[in-house]
C-alpha cells in the first residue's frame, strides 16, 4: 500500500524560502502522479500542483493563481520523493501542507494522504 510523508515544513518569514519533502514508499513512485494541497486555518483544502506519473511523461499542472511563478514541484523517482519549492512566501502560504497520490494522471482519484505538514510564514 502507498504511503506518503511529508517533511520541511516550519516557520519562515515573510519573502523567505522552504521546500517541502513528499517520501512515498510501498509502491513504485513512476506510475503516481503527486500532488501538493494546503488548507489555510478556517479555509477548505486547495489543490495547488500536481506533477503526472514518469510514465505518462511528468508534466506539472497548477491549480492556483496565488502560487504561480513562486511555487514549482519536482519529483525524483530514484529517491521515491516529490518535492515543492516554495518561495517568495507570504504570510496567506501559512497552512497545512499535504501530498497526495493519484495512479498515473493529475485528473485522478488521489486515494493515498500523507499525514501534513505545518508551514508558518510570519515575521
Known amino acids: 500500500q502507498l504511503q506518503l510523508v511529508e517533511s520541511g515544513g516550519g516557520l519562515v518569514q515573510p519573502e523567505g524560502s522552504l521546500r517541502l519533502s513528499c517520501a512515498v514508499s510501498?509502491?513504485?513512485?513512476?506510475?503516481?502522479?503527486i500532488g501538493w494541497f494546503r488548507q489555510a486555518p478556517g479555509k477548505e483544502r486547495e489543490q495547488l500542483l500536481c506533477?503526472?506519473?514518469?510514465?505518462?511523461?511528468?508534466?506539472?499542472?497548477k491549480y492556483v493563481d496565488s502560487v504561480k511563478g513562486r511555487f514549482t514541484i519536482s519529483r525524483d523517482d530514484a529517491e521515491n520523493t516529490v518535492y515543492l519549492q516554495m518561495n517568495s512566501l507570504k504570510p496567506e502560504d501559512t497552512g497545512v501542507y499535504y501530498c497526495?497520490?493519484?495512479?498515473?494522471?493529475?485528473?485522478?482519484?488521489?486515494?493515498?494522504w500523507g499525514q501534513g505538514t505545518q508551514v508558518t510564514v510570519s515575521s
Open positions: 506533477i503526472s506519473s514518469s510514465s505518462s511523461g511528468g508534466s506539472i499542472a
Open positions: 497526495a497520490a493519484s495512479f498515473d494522471h493529475c485528473s485522478g482519484h488521489y486515494g493515498s
Open positions: 510501498g509502491e513504485t513512485l513512476q506510475y503516481y502522479a
